[in-house]
């Protein structure tokens, strides 16, 4: 794909709800590790976003009670509310990598409107 000009971005699962035992904790998959390594190995084509990273400490700062109500059925499907932030998240990811990700000129937020810390 990248020989044809394509630009790849590579995104780290979201995770399932982090705080459901009553204390947020996030461990980064071994596909994240994985993603990296495939970002390295395309080059300047290619770039990553760690948006189980971002979605994770995001949840850590609202807290397990809040965390909670988002995921009303199970611990893996959200909510409408909760979708959203997780979409922002990813949006703050491509921020806050900048010009690097080729998503980035696209995006009309600035990156302190956008919910999150960057990474």
């Known amino acids: 794909m990248t020989a044809k000009g394509a630009h ?10 982090t705080c459901e035992t009553g204390t947020c904790s996030y461990t980064s998959p071994r596909f994240t590790g994985y993603g990296e390594i495939v970002v390295e190995n395309v080059g300047s084509m290619a770039s990553f976003i760690d948006h189980g990273t971002y979605l994770a400490n995001q949840y850590a700062i609202l807290g397990a009670a809040t965390v909670d109500t988002y ?21 703050k990811g491509v921020l806050c990598a900048g010009s690097s990700n080729p998503l980035y000129s696209y995006i009309k937020n600035s990156t302190d409107s956008v919910v999150g810390t960057c990474i």
């Open 8 to 17: 790849v971005i590579i995104s780290s699962p979201t995770p399932d709800n």
């Open 71 to 91: 995921y009303p059925n199970d611990h893996t499907h959200t909510s409408p509310i909760a979708a959203d932030l997780v979409a922002g998240v990813f949006v």
